[in-house]
């Protein structure tokens, strides 16, 4: 009873509750939106096919998974944003995102020549995906550790961590629209290694941001 009271009296005199962590992380991802909005305009371009490619498969099932990442992500970073609420269920939400793609990787394998494998996971443009996956996700992660800054986490590197999932999912999501390589395989490798980048990032930052 005495260590919920003091959790709830910290959290208080943080004057930070849930709430006002939700808002404040709802705004940084607008303003995370508008920045990558802006990376994107400068320098990438959608792909002139974008229109035929909404009728496959594998398109849109880009934004699938990386949605699925995205909100795992924005559950565990509010979750976590409140001390003393790590646990077995930041693993679980993960493994929920993880597992629609490690299906889509079984099934791209089952359907897809063997000698054809490497060509798709290889792609066209790696170098740029790991390029600017962290360039556009880098507005995304300044607001959403500036906004997770209202909480009081136990574990700042991980809630930095979650930051840094959620902003490369949603960079990666902007990214996507500009990708040709639409394949499975592709995106489990090139977008999730971009992705993790932007992660460490987040907690290396939330390490040292997020102490209270």
Known sequence: MFT?????????DAGSPPRRVGRAVAGALLLGAAGAAAVFAMRLSIRPDIVEAFGSVRFPLKF????GF???AAAIALRLSRPGRAG?????????????????????????PADRWTTRAVGTMSTVCLTHIPLLA?????ALLTALRRGAPASPALTGAAAGLLAGAMAAMVYATSCPDDSPLFVAIWYMIAIGLVTAAGALAGSRLLRW
Request: hydrophobic letters at 80%; proline letters at 4%; aromatic letters at 0%.
């Open 138 to 142: 880098a507005p995304a992660l300044v």
């Open 64 to 67: 699938a998974l990386m949605a």
């Open 4 to 12: 919920t009271q003091l959790i709830d009296a910290l959290v208080a």
């Open 70 to 72: 995205a909100l795992a």
């Open 88 to 112: 077995a269920a930041e693993g679980l939400a993960l493994a929920a995102a993880a597992m629609p793609l490690l299906v889509s990787v079984a099934i791209e394998l089952l359907v897809t």
